[in-house]
């Protein structure tokens, strides 16, 4: 699994990578995790609707939300009125 | 007497340059060394003129790898992506099309419209600023601040609507510009109609 974020200036920066299976790797997934939502980033991670089949993103608010699967979670500034 | 007096000025300005000139010449010295080793600014140090365009094209193929093939061409070729809405007004809206859609430009603000008619609804802006300091840049590359927007309308439509200012048509957005827009997209999908039955007419 890989740790993404945008970053201006830079296009996706990888902030880290592991297997969420080994513990040691998952620890260090976990801190980043929540250093990045501590920064104030949200993390999406994109996936492919089962119903529908259409590509979309869903938002993790917690380490435990990332679906086992996934390849990536892709961090990146939250919204704000322009 | 005056005479006298210019006099004593003139040699007391030259004492003193003399004196000084020492101090003078030391302190052009380390300005001089300090230029040299430091950066007049953020910018001016880490200045690469391509660099920008790097990162667009990380971004580009990051929003490629993320959304389906009909946005990825539909950015590549119009410069926006459709995301339809998923909200319905009534039950039969969830079965057929979208009852509403965002078109999603880098930079701009989200447009909400109702494909069926066309009919333009508002302007959503909402900006995705990294504060988190870098060199003074806060502005995502062009095609990341799609890829934001397109994440974030598909995972929590509610939750990025809250957050952005509405405004009304045209606050932002030339409305001719995004009817235009419209229709390129509608003969954008037509177009790609053609050339995908074309193969299965052929066999």
Redesign the interface.
Known sequence: MKF?R???????VLLAEGDPSVQEDEERLVEEFRRQLD??M?A?V?VTNSGSG??????VKEFADIPPESERV?F??????? | MLLALLALALIAFVLATLLALPRIQQWRAERAHRASREPVGPFDQLYDPG??R??????RE?LR????EE?WGMYRDLGFIRVAGRHARREVDHASRAAYAYLVYPHK?IVAYVPQSGQLLSEY????????G??G?????AS?DV??K???L???ED??IR???MHLIGRQLDPARVRRDLWRLAEWERRRGDRQRVPQSHQ
């Open positions: 993404l945008m970053k201006p200036g830079h296009g996706e920064e104030g949200w999406a994109p259409r590509r979309e993103a869903q938002m892709i990146f500034p939250r919204a704000s009125g322009g | 660099r920008e790097r990162a667009e094209q990380r971004a990051l790898s993320c959304v389906n946005e603000p802006c909402v900006e995705f600023p990294d504060l988190t870098n060199g840049r806060h502005r995502l590359p990341d890829l934001a397109w994440m974030a598909t995972s929590d939750r990025v957050r952005a200012n």
